[in-house]
């Protein structure tokens, strides 16, 4: 779940367009408007230093200590409040599990140096302490960021826009935490910063599930200044999670890489140099993390999907390497039993979704990837995909089940004997 700033609806009285007319490019602009808006607004728009794609590609090709790829992994919400819920899952635990994936999976690679703000026990020290030590000083920057947009509204350089989708306004003191981390993050010199969060949406009752699944990516809007590098990386790693997980089909997240001016993370009013994104992974009702057997590999899957894209970025033939016999950690995978002697839901059923995803069969073939996304859960769609891989390998009388000679030569195929 996002959450915006309330503060944009304060400067409807400046009587701007409420449409959303993106500029071509805003650098021009913002070089006009500090001619016009004369030194006092000039001199905070040169501690914009939005990071280039030039730039954060060279401190990864570089190859020297001083020079890591620093990235930023935000944990959405708060230790003890915020995100949303479903069943026994929680999104602001779930995310501090992905982070954890993400984290050490990027830690594998020495170019990069990786931060995160929060763990299951807490904000960290330094973050915790960052807060404390920095709270009038967040305010009042955040505020002469604003102030500097505002002023670049009145001066018609800057437009408006209305967010496709609604999101849910952050309290004051969030807000403040989420800009903090805005300042932090320029102050500690970040090149990538990435928010983990998990989907939902407002419905009638929130006790069933909902009816959209799939992952989304919050990009900053075109306008704001770290909106170019960001864009070309949400692209990397949008190709690698789409290869496995739908995009999520809400109206609005289409497409998968939404731009939006209000989400703080990605860094409204200018606040983030870095390339800042918020990644909504999927829906909290999804069972594959509603079930804590499927969640830790369901969670372990998309953060290697993020490490491979972000890799894809920096350097695509190591990305090619990394990936060469799998670009998801739900395989290699060894099927012990027979499924149907168990509850059809699970690990196991995880990892059959995906082998049968690599083989083509599934979805199957009417369908797609949100009517059919890898739940580790056993319904109608894995069981005609199973029926379609049955049929391709001559397997009989083991309908709608794994059998033994299914059983085979899933493992022959996809088991760990295989590498
Ligand atoms: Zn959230």
């Not at 960052?130 to 437009?159: C, H, P, T």
């Not at 609604?166 to 004051?172: C, F, G, L, R, V």
Request: proline share 5%; with cysteine; hydrophobic share 35%.
């Amino acid at each position: 779940m996002r959450y915006l700033i309330a503060t944009f609806l304060a400067v409807s009285f400046f009587g701007l367009p409420w449409l959303a007319v993106n500029y071509p490019g805003p650098a021009q602009s913002v070089f006009s408007a500090i001619e016009e808006a004369g030194d006092q607004v000039a001199a905070v728009f040169f501690e914009h230093r939005p990071k280039t794609i030039a730039e954060i590609q060279g401190r990864y090709k570089a190859r020297s200590m001083d020079t890591k790829v620093r990235i930023l992994i935000v944990p959405g919400h708060e230790p003890t409040e915020g995100g949303t819920s479903f069943d026994v899952a929680k999104e602001r635990d779930i995310v501090v599990l992905l982070a954890k994936e993400l984290k050490t999976f990027l830690e594998k690679n020495n170019r990069y140096e990786v931060f995160v703000t929060r763990d299951e026990k807490g904000w960290t020290p330094e973050f915790f302490e960052y807060f404390e030590k920095n709270w009038e000083e967040i305010i009042a920057w955040q505020d002469s960021r604003k102030k500097e947009v505002r002023r670049l509204i009145e001066l018609g350089e800057f437009e408006r826009s209305i967010p496709l989708v609604e999101h849910i306004t952050a309290p004051t003191d969030m807000a403040m935490r989420l800009y903090g981390i805005n300042k932090w993050s320029s102050e500690n010199d970040m090149d990538i910063v990435i928010h983990v969060h998990l989907n939902d949406y407002v419905r009638s009752n929130r006790l069933e599930a909902g009816v959209h699944s799939g992952f989304a990516i919050y990009v900053p809007e075109s306008q704001y200044y770290n909106s170019t590098t960001t864009s070309v990386l949400a692209k990397t790693i949008l190709k690698r999670l789409s290869k496995y997980n739908p995009v999520s089909n809400l109206p609005g997240e289409r497409g998968g890489i939404i731009e939006d001016q209000e989400l703080i993370a990605v860094g409204s009013y200018n606040t983030s140099d870095a390339a800042s994104m918020l990644i909504e992974y999927g829906y909290i009702y999804e069972p594959q993390f509603v079930n804590p057997e499927t969640r830790g590999l369901a969670v372990k899957d998309l953060a290697y999907q993020t490490y491979i894209g972000l890799l894809d970025f920096f350097d695509a033939t190591s990305a090619t390497n990394v990936a060469r016999f799998y670009d998801t950690v739900a395989l290699p995978h060894e099927w012990r039993e027979k499924i149907v002697t168990r509850t059809p839901e699970g690990s196991d059923v995880f990892a059959l979704q995906t082998a049968l995803l690599l083989e083509g069969v599934y979805p199957p073939s009417d369908k797609n990837k949100n009517d059919c996304p890898r739940t580790g859960r056993l319904g109608p769609c894995t069981k005609r995909s199973l029926s379609d891989f049955q049929k391709r390998y001559n397997i009989t009388g083991e309908t709608d089940i794994i059998g033994d000679k299914t059983l085979e030569k899933l493992n022959e195929r996809y088991g760990k004997g295989v590498f």
